[in-house]
């Protein structure tokens, strides 16, 4: 049987790595570190996730992931009238 909070970690440090595709794992995926650059000089944050023993929120999910069950839906994006005119510009300057 898996360690207690073993599918929602996976599920939070692969969402981590999709944000921080620099990223890498340290100590057979028990640690995500990522490399970061502050005032210049480089820096690696080390992200460890535990299952809390006891529940302090309000019993109700609301997961900003989906689950394993969950499906992904994606909302449509829509560009501002600044990047309109961005995408105008730049088509012009193309010739296009």
Request: glycine residues 6%.
């Amino acid at each position: 049987m898996a360690a207690k909070g073993t599918e929602s970690k996976g599920i939070i440090f692969n969402k981590l790595k999709e944000i921080y595709p620099n990223s890498f794992w340290e100590d057979e995926g028990k640690i995500l570190r990522i490399p970061m650059n502050e005032s210049g000089n480089p820096i690696e944050v080390k992200v460890t996730l535990t299952a809390a023993k006891n529940i302090l929120g309000s019993g109700v999910i609301e997961s900003a992931f989906p689950t394993a069950s969950e499906p992904v839906v994606e909302s449509p994006v829509e560009m501002t009238e600044e990047e309109k005119e961005n995408v105008a510009t730049l088509l012009a300057s193309l010739n296009l």
